[in-house]
């Protein structure tokens, strides 16, 4: 029996490189060739991992540079992300019809994340930033398996408080046995675990 998977064109979560992080990080979401956003900055480090980029966030004056640098990555669309990189390359995605993005970068500042929620609410977000994955939960729920001793992250604290049995450890909340952990909250709010 075989164990391939079929994944439609645009099933995929796109992604969405804000600042080149190792390869290994990335590898694993590029196996089904999802839509490769890449902005400028993260550029010259993504190239260097030898693959198809389908968008650079360029700035402004940059854009006619980069067509004749890029040729070989052709087609490639290049856009003006003016001063809010994060912004424009979440409206792109959803203008593009994309329903999922997973962002890679190392600054998840509370900036970046109140830009991803109020600009990529309608995505479903996953964001690799400094060894953890986060999820924005924008739904209101949140339901998970979790094993004995996982670590789980929230980027609001108190929602720990509504949960049984989580014990606080470091940063984070570690959990006491297996579990599911569910979550109801009106706001949206990111939920982190390890890589």
């Known amino acids: 029996m075989s164990s391939h998977h079929f994944v439609r064109e645009g ?77 424009t390359g979440l409206q792109l995605l959803g203008s593009m019809g994309e329903s999922a993005v997973a962002i890679l970068t190392s600054d998840f500042s509370d900036t970046i994340r109140h830009k991803i929620e109020t600009t990529g609410h309608r995505l479903l977000v996953t964001v690799k930033a400094d060894g953890r994955k986060w999820i924005l939960v924008s739904s209101g729920s949140f339901k998970k398996w979790y094993q004995a001793s996982s670590l789980i992250y929230f980027s609001d604290k108190t929602i720990a408080g509504g949960i049984p049995g989580l014990q606080p450890l470091n940063e984070g909340f570690e959990v006491p046995e297996d579990q599911w952990i569910i979550i109801q909250n009106p706001k949206p709010f990111w939920i982190g675990e390890m890589l």
């Open 11 to 87: 099933q995929e979560p796109a992604l969405f490189i804000l600042e080149a992080t190792h390869y290994s990080v990335a590898e694993g979401l590029l196996e089904w060739a999802p839509l490769v956003i890449v902005a400028e900055s993260a550029l010259e480090e993504v190239l260097l991992w030898g693959i198809k980029i389908d968008v650079v966030l360029a700035a402004d004056d940059h854009t006619g540079i980069l067509v004749e640098r890029l040729a070989d990555q052709a087609p490639i669309k290049i856009f003006s992300a003016g001063d809010d990189v994060v912004s």
